[in-house]
């Protein structure tokens, strides 16, 4: 984003912002009849608490309102696969691979089926990692280049919140109901030879995965996940419900919206 308009919405922006607020711009826009509309951001505490809508010359109230919703929906739903995807996707694959890379010739059937969960919840880590990534990549590298949002941007921003979280559910899913196996599995790599060839990250990660249910277990039912054994209607029943509570987010943010008014 020019250096030149992020200073002018900043200007623009500073004849609403209160003292105790922080603000910034937004670095995309949404073209309503030929004008681009970007969205400045009032914070406080961490948290936005209004926004306003400008143009680099004269705002049409009509236009810069039509812009709210995409501009809007696009700058939460990043925010926070970027705030909270971001923070999943810091673990780092080897502490799966390297604990299932030791052999293991256990008899105990609960020792094996929590391998298997354990190597289920490797392969999820590795969608959602990667899932990431692609993100990060099409948000750096395609959005912030070319700047202006359209439709696809709109709803690839959705369904990548819906694919992220569905990924999360599977996993706080196999942690619920397969953790005494984990645990089990975990307890077997302790006493084989090479467990101590592990570094101590990989160690303690997979003696600390299953320490924490109470808040997984939390997490999971804050998730408030739409479930449904075919995967694609699971999809759509949750990112059709998502729509329903952005219409409600936007309708609610147009009383904090500072400019146009």
Do not use: C
């Not at 992020?6 to 030929?34: C, I």
């Not at 809508?53 to 696969?81: M, R, V």
């Not at 709803?155 to 645990?183: C, F, S």
């Amino acid at each position: 984003m020019d250096e030149n308009i992020t200073q002018l919405m900043l200007k623009k922006g500073k004849k609403y912002k209160k003292w105790t607020e922080g603000m910034f711009v937004n670095p995309f826009y949404w073209v309503e009849n030929g004008t681009p509309y970007y969205i400045v951001v009032y914070t406080k505490n961490t948290g936005s608490v209004a926004s306003a809508f400008f143009a680099e010359g004269q705002e049409n109230k009509e236009d810069a309102l039509k812009a709210h919703p995409p501009l809007a929906i696009f700058s939460d739903l990043s925010t926070n696969i970027f705030k909270y995807g971001s923070k999943r996707a810091e673990v780092n694959l080897s502490y799966y691979t390297k604990p299932l890379s030791i052999p293991s010739n256990s008899t105990d059937s609960q020792v094996n089926q929590g391998r298997e969960a354990f190597a289920q919840l490797s392969k999820l880590q590795q969608e959602y990692n990667e899932k990431m990534k692609d993100f990060t990549n099409y948000y750096d590298h395609d959005v912030l280049v070319r700047g202006q949002l359209t439709e696809n941007d709109i709803k690839k921003v959705q369904e990548t919140v819906i694919e992220m979280d569905m990924l999360q559910y599977k996993v706080g899913m196999i942690l619920q109901e397969r953790y005494k196996d984990i645990e089990s599995f975990a307890a077997f790599l302790e006493n084989q030879s090479e467990w101590v060839k592990l570094d101590k990250d990989a160690r303690d990660f997979v003696k600390e995965i299953t320490k924490n249910m109470g808040r997984a277990e939390k997490e999971l039912r804050e998730m408030n996940i739409h479930t449904d054994e075919d995967s694609e209607k699971m999809f759509h029943l949750n990112y059709d419900r998502m729509l329903e509570k952005s219409n409600r987010a936007i309708e609610k943010q147009k009383a904090n919206i500072r400019y146009p008014k």
